[in-house]
């Protein structure tokens, strides 16, 4: 059975960190690019940030970068987002998803976790 279960999310207050987790089971992780996406009230799912199979390159959307770190490790099965200088408008869910490419396209989506940065 598949999961990605999505763990750290909170309320913090602008300027704070948070770290985000997405533990993964029922496939082979390291197979795997691993994304996190998050969905604000009325808008979109966007990319946050991705990570290759073996971590070797990142990428982030303009809005985080130089704020957010992607890791992965493989050895546990688990991603990371560490979210720093945290905004209001950094508020969303998170979700991580993973993604394969095997001649189709595979992909798997957590439950999400909720982020609120508000003073």
């Known amino acids: 059975q598949v999961q990605l279960v999505e763990s750290g999310g909170g309320l913090v207050q602008p300027g704070g960190s948070l770290r985000l987790s997405c533990a993964a089971s029922?496939?082979?992780?390291?197979?795997?690019?691993m994304s996190w996406y998050r969905q604000a009230p009325g808008k979109e799912r966007e990319l946050v940030a991705a990570?290759?199979?073996?971590?070797?390159?990142?990428d982030y959307a303009d809005s985080v970068k130089g704020r957010f770190a992607i890791s992965r490790d493989n050895a546990k099965n688990t991603v990371y987002l560490q979210m720093n200088s945290l905004q209001p408008e950094d508020t969303a869910v998170y979700y991580c998803?993973?993604?394969?490419?095997?001649?189709?396209?595979?992909?798997?989506w957590g439950q999400g976790t909720q982020v609120t940065v508000s003073s």
């Open positions: 998803r993973a993604r394969a490419i095997v001649g189709f396209t595979i992909q798997y």
């Open positions: 990570i290759t199979t073996a971590g070797g390159s990142t």
């Open positions: 029922g496939f082979p992780f390291r197979a795997y690019a």
